[in-house]
T-cell receptor, first 114, second 112 residues
Framework: DQQVKQNSPSLSVQEGRISILNCDYT??????FLWYKKYPAEGPTFLIS?????DKNEDGRFTVFLNKSAKHLSLHIVPSQPGDSAVYFC?????????????FGTGTLLAVQP | GVTQSPTHLIKTRGQQVTLRCSSQ?????VSWYQQALGQGPQFIFQ???????GRGNFPPRFSGLQFPNDSSELNVNALELDDSALYLC?????????????FGQGTRLTVV
């Protein structure tokens, strides 16, 4: 059972435009959400996170939006740059247990065209 | 940062393998993840203060150790072809349950 879903395997965007990556989840106990970026042959790099008590968190060009009622979050990148081309993973944590376990989606490959 | 060794490894089915990880300074919690091709990372288990502190849906032939210096090992016995994957180590500070984990570059394991 896939608790975190990224339904778009890939996304192509022109440089300078907005990239919007989407993520859906099914477990209402999730209370913390993260986005990671991954280049080939590297480990995932933390980008931005959001707690379930918020609906928006912004860090420079990156903004994450959380819609708890829809169990949906999105990552906006504005403006998109060619260096943003990578696989983006959405992850969730329930935080309620003793384990800081992250549950990941399957990823979205973002290609930013110059 | 988090460092892992080796970066690549080829093993034969039925063999045993040990992967190593050095956590980020100041972090005392380490987690291991398996990332199969085309999938997101899947949680194997977590260690805190040298004790297993949570486990995902992996069989007992996946085991681990955490050492006092916060380095860690992942051991896999009786390797199967499906164990071929990227194995990721992640460290995080304990106490902040909702906090980001910092990943190493991974070990690419191929079982033939």
């Amino acid at each position: 059972d896939q608790q975190v879903k990224q339904n778009s395997p890939s996304l192509s965007v022109q440089e300078g435009r907005i990239s919007i990556l989407n993520c859906d989840y099914t477990n209402s106990m999730f209370d913390y959400f993260l986005w990671y970026k991954k280049y080939p042959a590297e480990g995932p790099t933390f980008l931005i996170s959001i707690s379930s008590i918020k609906d928006k968190n912004e860090d420079g060009r990156f903004t994450v939006f959380l819609n708890k009622s829809a169990k949906h979050l999105s990552l906006h990148i504005v403006p998109s740059q060619p260096g943003d081309s990578a696989v983006y993973f959405c992850a969730a944590s329930d935080g309620g247990g003793a384990t800081n376990k992250l549950i990941f989606g399957t990823g979205t490959l973002l290609a930013v065209q110059p | 940062g988090v460092t892992q060794s080796p970066t690549h490894l080829i093993k034969t089915r039925g063999q045993q393998v040990t992967l190593r990880c050095s956590s980020q300074s100041g972090h005392n919690t380490v987690s291991w993840y398996q990332q199969a091709l085309g999938q997101g990372p899947q949680f194997i288990f977590q260690y805190y203060r040298e004790e297993e502190n949570g486990r995902g849906n992996f069989p007992p032939r996946f085991s681990g150790l955490q050492f006092p210096n916060d380095s860690s090992e992942l051991n896999v016995n009786a390797l199967e072809l499906d164990d071929s994957a990227l194995y990721l180590c992640a460290s995080s500070p304990r106490g902040g349950m909702n906090t980001e984990a910092f990943f190493g570059q991974g070990t690419r394991l191929t079982v033939v």
